[in-house]
């Protein structure tokens, strides 16, 4: 599985952005796909994560409110719609997938991962 995110850049605090990831190869093994972010000097840390059948989503409390995860399951993508962005949610963004039934958000359970893309939230 080979995931390719895109969609990040800078934006004003109270903008928006829309990330993008398209997964290829053997996307019949995907059960989750999801997103994380890591910030200068922290740790990877679970965003959203929504499961491509049936379409149930978890996401952080962090986030909650204010970003939707969505999937286009016949292009093998997900969406992260960002709104209300805070300069606390600068990071690189990254689009992850699972390929076990059990939804677990720690980073480590995660078995394939996509380049990252910056997200600068300017205050």
């Known amino acids: 599985v080979q995931l390719q995110a895109s969609g990040g850049g800078l934006v004003q605090a109270g903008g928006s952005l829309r990330l993008s990831c398209g997964a290829s190869?053997?996307?019949?093994?995907?059960?989750?796909m999801g997103w994380f972010r890591q910030a200068p000097g922290k740790e990877r840390e679970f965003i959203s994560a929504i499961t491509l059948s049936g379409g149930s989503t978890v996401y952080a409390d962090s986030v909650k409110g204010r970003f939707t995860i969505s999937a286009d399951n016949p292009m093998n993508t997900i969406y992260l719609q960002m709104n209300s962005l805070k300069p606390e949610d600068t990071a690189v963004y990254y689009c992850?997938?699972?390929?076990?039934?059990?939804?677990?958000?720690?980073?480590?359970?995660?078995?394939?991962w996509g380049s990252g893309t910056l997200v600068t939230v300017s205050s």
């Open positions: 190869g053997r996307t019949f093994m995907i059960y989750h």
């Open positions: 992850a997938a699972r390929t076990s039934r059990l939804m677990i958000t720690a980073p480590r359970q995660w078995g394939y």
